[in-house]
């Protein structure tokens, strides 16, 4: 059963870091690219970040490209987001997901997603 | 960028009652659309990619078909457990790629 359980979430000054991790099992984390998208309270859904399996290559939306970095340790089967020069904007739940199919390369369809951590960035 | 647009915003049925719900793209994404399910505090859940491909373990009763800009996700006989918001995303054109505003099912 594949499961993606993220944590880090919290609170955090303006100006602040934060370090998200997504736990994944089930299926092997070596061959899927993944994802990181998040809902901002009472918004939709936004596309933050996605790596691909051999996490050679990333893509950044432009409301976080320069702040944030996404990586993975295949070691531990976790995939991260680092945030940095966090802003009131960047509340929300950030959820991380699996890709479809074990292309490599990110496809942004997301077949799996765990349920989500809170970052709140407020002083 | 392209803009979807979910219509309606929200959706009233009863169990039982069919859903239709729509969205448009502000140019074309060809066949690359994507439902998602989203329910409060829950994970996500893919429900179709690609128009019209119904995802693993996804009912028969969820379908999916358009191509273009216009898209539709139909749920031919509501269960109790499908009462939830429902997302469309593009990955035709990216970067950005990009998710609908969302259409609530509610109950009636």
């Known amino acids: 059963e594949v499961q993606l359980l993220e944590s880090g979430g919290g609170l955090v000054q303006p100006g602040g870091s934060l370090r998200l991790s997504c736990a994944a099992s089930?299926?092997?984390?070596?061959?899927?690219?993944m994802s990181w998208v998040r809902q901002a309270p009472g918004k939709g859904l936004e596309l933050v970040s996605s790596i691909s399996a051999s996490g050679g290559s990333a893509y950044y939306a432009d409301s976080v490209k320069g702040r944030f970095t996404i990586s993975r340790d295949y070691s531990k089967n976790t995939l991260y987001l680092q945030m940095s020069s966090l802003r009131a904007e960047d509340t929300a739940v950030y959820h991380c997901?699996?890709?479809?199919?074990?292309?490599?390369?990110?496809?942004?369809?997301?077949?799996?997603w765990g349920r989500g951590t809170l970052v709140t960035v407020s002083s | 960028e392209i803009v979807l647009t979910q219509s309606p915003a929200t959706l009233s049925l009863s169990p039982g009652e069919r859903a239709t719900l729509s969205c448009r793209a502000s140019?074309?994404?060809?066949?690359?659309l994507g439902w998602y399910q989203h329910k409060p505090g829950q994970a996500p859940r893919l429900l179709i990619y690609?128009?019209?491909n119904r995802a693993t373990g996804i009912p028969a009763r969820f379908s999916g078909s358009g191509s273009g800009t216009d898209f539709t996700l139909t749920i031919s006989s509501l269960e109790p457990e499908d009462f939830a918001v429902y997302y469309c995303q593009q990955r035709y054109n990216w970067p950005p790629v990009t998710f609908g505003g969302g259409t609530k099912v509610e109950v009636k």
């Open positions: 140019q074309s994404v060809s066949r690359f």
């Open positions: 089930g299926f092997t984390f070596t061959t899927y690219a």
């Open positions: 690609d128009a019209s």
């Open positions: 997901a699996k890709d479809l199919d074990p292309t490599g390369d990110s496809s942004f369809r997301l077949d799996y």
